[in-house]
C-alpha cells in the first residue's frame, strides 16, 4: 500500500505539463497482487484470467471504427434501419423506427466476435486533440484558436497528471480514465495511454470498448421503469460467466436467489437475462438506451465516436444483451456520462471542456430527464452495492485508500485472438452529494497490469481531493436566540 502512495506523490511532483500530451512511455513500477480489480503483473493462463470477468468472456468486441463516419447518409430510412437491424425487407415500421434519436444505430453494428475495433483505432488528428495541443498558463490548461485567441479548460493539471501518470507506470496496453463534475458536465480528467500503440490519441472518446455490464446500468432502469423494484428476488443456478436459453426458464435447479440490487452489485448475469426476459421488450430496451444517449452523438469540443448498441429482436438474444452480453460499445466519456444521470437524480448533463468567459461560474444545469428522480434513486441504491457487498468490494475496502460513500459498476468481456481483457469501472461519489462522476477502462494482455476497477477508484479518490466538499454555512454563535 505504501507503493500506491509513493507513486501517486511522485506523479505530482512531475512538471505538469509533460504529462498532458506526450505518450513516451514511462518504466514499469513493481506491483503486488490483490484480486477484484487489484494490480496484478503475473501472466498466468489466459483461461484462467478470463474467468474472473464479471460479464464473461464469450468472444470479443468488434464494432469497426470506420463504420462511424458517414454510414446511412443515403437511401432511405427504411433501408438504413433494415441494414443496421438485419432486416431483410424495410418497411414504413422500420423507417418510423430510424425517424427517432438513438433507436437505431446509424451505422451497422459489427458482430465482436470478429473484428475488436481497438486493432485499427486510429489516433485523433492533431487539430482535434485539443488535449495533445494545450499548454499550461498559470496554473491553468489553455488551448489557441485560430487567431491566436486563448480558450481554458476546465481540466485539472494535477488530477490530469497524476492519472496519466498511473497509466504510464503500470504501461496499460490501453487505458483512460475520465473525471467530470456531474451538475455541471466540467471534465476534470482525459487520462489515457497506450504502451502498445505509443502514438495513439483520443482514447477517452474513442468507442472502441465493448460495453459488457456497464449495460447493466441500462438494463436496471429499465427493469425499474417496468415495476421491477431493487428488492424483487429471482431464482437461479449457473450462467456465471456464460448464458444458454435454458436459463432463462425457472428451473428446480434454482437454488440460489439473489434480488435486484444484489445481482446488480455482483453483476449476477444470468439474473439480468432473466429478468430481461420477463419484464422488458426490444422497444423498452431500446429506448432506455436511446435516452441514455447510446446510438446518438453527443457534442464535445473533441470529437467523440457514437457509441453504438444493438437492442436485437430474437429473445434469447435481447436476454443476453440486457445481462451484457451484446453487441454494444462505449466510449469512457460517455461511460461516466451514465454514471453522472443517476448522480443528477435522473438528468443527462452534457460535458463541458472549455471555462466560460467572464467572472460568472459555470452553475449546475437542468437537464434534460433520463430517468425519474425516484427511479434514479432506487438505481444509485442497486448501483451502491457494487462497492459494499459486489465485484468492487475489495478493492473499495483496500486500507489507505477507501473512498466513502461511492457507488458505481464493474464490467469484463475479453477478445480471445488475440487475448484482450476488457476491464470497466463507472460510479461517482459521494452518493449522496455527488461531487464527481469517473469512467475507467483498462485493456490488458496475458501480462496484467491493473484492473478497471483499481483505477476507477483512484479516479474518484484523487478527484474527490480536487473537489472539496461546499463548505457549510452556519450562523454564528452570537446570533443564537435573535430574530
Known sequence: MRFHRRLLSAAALLPLVLVIGATEPEQPASAGVSEDGGVVVAAPGTDSRAAQADAGTSGAATASQGAQSDAGTSGSAAVSAAAVLGGESPDGGLAALAAEPGMVPPVPVPSREKAPPIATVKPLPKSADLMGRATLEGGKLVVKEKGGKKKQLTIDPVLQAS?????RNYETPYGAAVVLEPSTGRVLALAEHSAARPELRG????????AASIFKVITGGALLEAGVTPDTEECFHGGKRRISEKHLQDSERDSSCYSLALAM???ANVIFAKLTNKHLTVDSLRRMA????FNREIEFPVPTDVSLAAIPEETFSLANTGAGFGDVYLSPLHGALVA??????????DPILFEPEGPAPLLPVEGEPVLTPEVAKDLTAMLEETVTSGTARAVFRERGFRVDDAVGKTGSLADREPFR???????FAPKDNPRVAVAAIIVNDPKWRIRGTWLGREALRLGLERVPAPVKMTAPASAAGKH
Not at 436511446?290 to 444517449?293: K, L, N, T, Y
Not at 481483457?421 to 460510479?427: A, E, K, N, R
Open 163 to 167: 492519472l496519466t501518470q498511473i497509466l
Open 203 to 210: 482514447l477517452p472518446v474513442r468507442a472502441v470498448f465493448p
Open 265 to 267: 452489485g455482483k453483476s
Open 290 to 293: 436511446a435516452r441514455f444517449r
Open 340 to 349: 453522472a444521470v443517476a448522480a443528477n437524480e435522473g438528468r443527462w448533463v
Open 421 to 427: 481483457d476488457y476491464s470497466w469501472f463507472v460510479g
